[in-house]
């Protein structure tokens, strides 16, 4: 096993029926972009591809891709929104997991996860993980942070929910099997220059230690 991984987040693929959110746009993708993505994980034990918010791209564009290419990735759906306009249904989820894809949460309604009342943080995190595991069968052990925004709160509440992974958005290389895992996001104006720096690029010593302190920097901060 790889001591480090490249976490890759696919969020949204190709044309879409929906109104995206605000900046939602910079990490749509176009299927071109999608599969020079996709073929550069093939063979490489040490990347591993997320798709963030239930999008239905994730079934019509997304599965195939990966299927043809014998890969395997985590999917982390929004319990709130299933069947809704350009997202998931349940029998979507369904079809991922036949598929042999993993299944975790991203929420409920896609909120700012350092913003909730307990009453909030209750339905996105244990409602949302209830109804999710109620698709797949087994409770859910893996979440994707929304935004990537998380304090000290936030990883108090995921700990008490009995979350054995958590994925934030915050860059670089995650070291394998450590509880927080760092992602790198599909984006826009995705090119060749910069799957070659995700994938195989090593981050300055500077950059790096920007990373660290930014890191650090989030789990401790929030409320006491
Ligand atoms: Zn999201």
Known sequence: MPTSVVNITVHGIGPTSRTLDPGEENTWVSVGQFER??????????????FDDGNASDLEIGLPRLVER???????????????????????VRELLRAGMSVGSHGWAHRDWRKLTDAEAEREIGEANRVIGEITGEPVKEVAIPFGSYDRVVLTRLRRAGMRLVYTSDGGRARTGQWLQARNSLRHDLDDAWVQQVFNGKA??????????????KQLRGAS
Do not use: N, Y
Not at 40 to 47: C, Q, Y
Not at 70 to 92: N, S
Not at 204 to 217: D, G, K, L, N
């Open 204 to 217: 300055s010593p500077i950059v790096q230690a920007r990373r660290v302190v930014a890191r650090r920097v």
């Open 37 to 50: 993505a996709l073929d550069a994980a093939v063979g490489r034990d040490d990347v591993r591809i997320t």
């Open 70 to 92: 014998g890969l395997k990735a985590h999917f982390f759906v929004l319990a709130g929104e299933f069947g809704k306009p350009g997202r998931l249904d349940v029998d979507g």
